[in-house]
C-alpha cells in the first residue's frame, strides 16, 4: 500500500511538476479575492450609507415664558456639504383668532454644539382662512409652509435649531394691546435634498450608485494588485522554471557520461590487452629462436659416421 502510495504521489509531481510556475501566480492572486471582494462591498455600503436624504424634525414650541413661543432641536445628522432647502411646517387650528393676528414672523437660527452660529434667518407668514366648498367641509387643522432656507450648505453634520414663532411687540399695537399669540397645534422642520453636481446624482440614486461604486473600486483595486504582484510572481514563476528546466538537463546529461566513462574503461582495457599480446608474440619468437639454436648445438656435437668409418 504504502509503495502504491509513493508511486502515486511521484506521478503526480511529475504531471504538476511543470504546471508549477503558471499555478503559483494564480494561487497568489486568487489570495487577495476576498480581500477585495470585502473592500468592494465596503466602498460601496459606505457611499450608499452616506447619500443625503431628506429629514424632518419635530419641535416642541414652549409657551408662557413671557416671550414669543419658541423651541430648540437637533437635528438629524446632516451632510456637511449638501444643500438642503429648510421649511418650517405648522399645523395650526382653523379659528377666528389666528386669522385676527395678520402677519407674523417665524426665526430660524442654527448653530453647532459648541454654541456657534452657522446662520441665522427671519420670514414673515399669515394664516390664510379656507372657506367651506360645496362638497367639503373647511378643515378643522391648517397646513402652512414657511420656507426659511433655500439651497443651503450647513458645513456640519451635528446642527442645532432654534426656531421662533411670533412678533415681538406680541401685537400690542392692535385692538386693545393685549399680547397676543399663535395657536399652533403641532410643528416640524423639514429639510429637502438640493440636487447638485455629482452630490445630486448619488443622492437621486443611493442604491445605484453604491453598486457602481463597489464596481468601481473592485475593477481598480483588481487592476492594481494584477500590476503590483503578477510581475513578482511571474518573476518567481520564471525562475523555478529555469532551475527545473536546469535539473532536467542535469538529469539528461548523466547517462552519456556513465557510457563515455564505461567506453574510456574498454578503451583502457583493450589497449592494456594489446601490449600484452604484443609481448606475448615477442616471447614465442624468442622461444622458437632458442629452441633452434639449442637444436643447432646438440647436432654439433653428435659423432659423425662418415668420419669415423674413414678412421677404422
Known sequence: MLSTAKDASSRLWLVLRPA???ILPLLVSLSFVPLILFLSASAGWFVWRNAAVGWQAPIYLQYGDGVSPYAEALLPPLAAQQRYDIALELKVPN?????ALGNFMATLTLSTRSNKTIVSTRRPAI??????????RAPAVLDITIPL???YATGASRVIAHVEIGRRDHWKSLGNEQARELSVVAASLRGVVVHHGIRGLVTRAPLLS???SAIAFLIVSSVMVG???????????AAVEQSISAQETITDIKPPLAISSSSSSDDSESGDEKPVQSSRVVKTEEDSETQSTSLRRRRSKLPDPDSSDSDT
Open 127 to 136: 394664516v390664510i382662512p379656507r372657506r367651506a366648498s360645496f362638497y367639503s
Open 149 to 151: 432656507l433655500t439651497s
Open 210 to 212: 453604491g453598486f457602481i
Open 227 to 237: 500590476a503590483c504582484i503578477l510581475p513578482l510572481t511571474f518573476r518567481r514563476a
Open 20 to 22: 508549477i510556475p503558471y
Open 95 to 99: 379659528i377666528d383668532a389666528n386669522y
